[in-house]
């Protein structure tokens, strides 16, 4: 079956890049939801927790109990706010105050000008005076930046918008130990990270800082490889064609094989055509099939991507979606 490698050394790489930023490994938050970008959830939590990381972020309190014991602090960002001694649940609406269970700890988002989750900044002392009346242990107040990865003073725009909601916060609440967060990777590039609690990372811990050249990034370097393996070889006669509807017709003879990587495993099927080049310059012949690919080459093992971005730009999409895709069932190797 195709396989994943976890490049290590690459990964604390990165991770060193923002602690040095940021001034302090204990204000990075790993982002570990959806698998970890793909790249595999407690693998990555394992790694993060011997890297020094003491806190993450997950998407489901289900992710939030497979990887509690590598971290002190978890912030779960889509799920019902419940009791948990590890676990700080996000609210995103006045609904998810009312629904939340008593005594949870909970961290309040508030929309800043995304406009996609969190309750509007009007809303803000009618949530608080919620959360009071709900006995509910608010521990944090954040937002999220929508073009903190674009050219343009957008990002600006909303930070000041949350310079007031943290005016807000502190006049109306009497704990002062609250941990105010809007970063994100793209805005822990283009700003100083000492000026919020913590980061929330995820895209530059993997490896990427979709930035346009203008701006100044930190060296990072992919984590992730996907490879296939070789199933079977065959010769072609030139004219013969392959794989479903015969779109690919061999111009000469040649011999081609097939590896165990598909659509079934989360690679795209629009991935054939136009053809895409792997890593080692082998385009994909003919359509992707369920579980399979068709390479010229012999090769045992085969690279099909070592960098998402580049893959990505093939594609006509981005990084994100390249390794979140990819199945969960695929073996992640962790290499040295």
């Given amino acids: 079956m195709a396989f994943i490698r976890i490049n290590k050394q690459n990964f604390f790489h990165n991770l060193n890049q923002f602690s040095l930023k940021s001034g302090s490994k204990d204000q990075i938050a790993i982002v570990l939801k959806d698998n ?3 790249h595999g959830l407690e693998e990555m ?10 806190q993450a972020v997950v998407r489901t309190y289900q992710e939030a109990k497979i990887i509690q ?3 002190k602090q978890i912030l779960v960002l889509g799920d019902r706010a419940r009791v948990d001694e590890y676990c700080s649940f996000a609210l995103n609406s006045l609904e998810d105050i009312a629904q939340a269970e008593i005594g949870s700890m909970v961290e309040l988002k508030v929309d800043t000008g ?3 989750n969190g309750i509007a900044m009007e809303e803000l002392a009618e949530a608080l005076d919620l959360i009071e009346q709900k006995a509910l242990r608010l521990v944090g107040v954040m937002s999220h930046n929508r073009s903190a990865d674009e050219l343009s003073s957008e990002l600006f725009w909303q930070q000041k918008n949350f310079e007031e909601v943290k005016k807000t916060v502190d006049l109306m609440v009497s704990n002062k130990n609250i941990r105010y967060h809007s970063y994100n990777s793209a805005t822990s590039l283009r700003l100083a990270c000492s000026q919020q609690d913590i980061i929330r990372l995820g895209i530059g811990a993997y490896g990427y800082a979709e930035l346009p050249p203008i701006y100044e990034t930190l060296d990072l370097k992919p984590v992730l490889s996907l490879w296939a393996k070789r199933v079977a070889t065959r010769q072609l006669k030139k004219g013969q064609r392959v794989g479903y509807g015969g779109v690919f017709e061999a111009p ?3 011999m081609v094989s097939t590896y165990d990587l598909g659509y079934g495993d989360g690679w795209m099927r ?3 055509l136009p053809p895409f080049i792997t890593a080692e310059g082998l385009p994909i012949l003919g359509r992707v099939s369920m579980d399979y690919i068709i390479l010229e080459s012999s090769q045992e093992e085969v690279c099909i991507f070592d960098d998402a971005l580049t893959a990505g730009r093939q594609l006509g999409t981005i990084s994100y979606e390249i390794m979140t895709q990819l199945e969960a ?3 992640r190797w962790i290499i040295e």
Avoid: C, K, W
């Fill in 252 to 254: 000469r003879d040649m």
């Fill in 114 to 116: 995304m406009h996609r």
């Fill in 270 to 272: 629009s991935s054939g």
């Fill in 329 to 331: 069932n695929i073996e």
């Fill in 45 to 54: 939590a394992q790694l993060s927790s011997v890297f020094g990381l003491t």
């Fill in 69 to 71: 014991p590598y971290f």
């Fill in 36 to 38: 970890a970008y793909g």
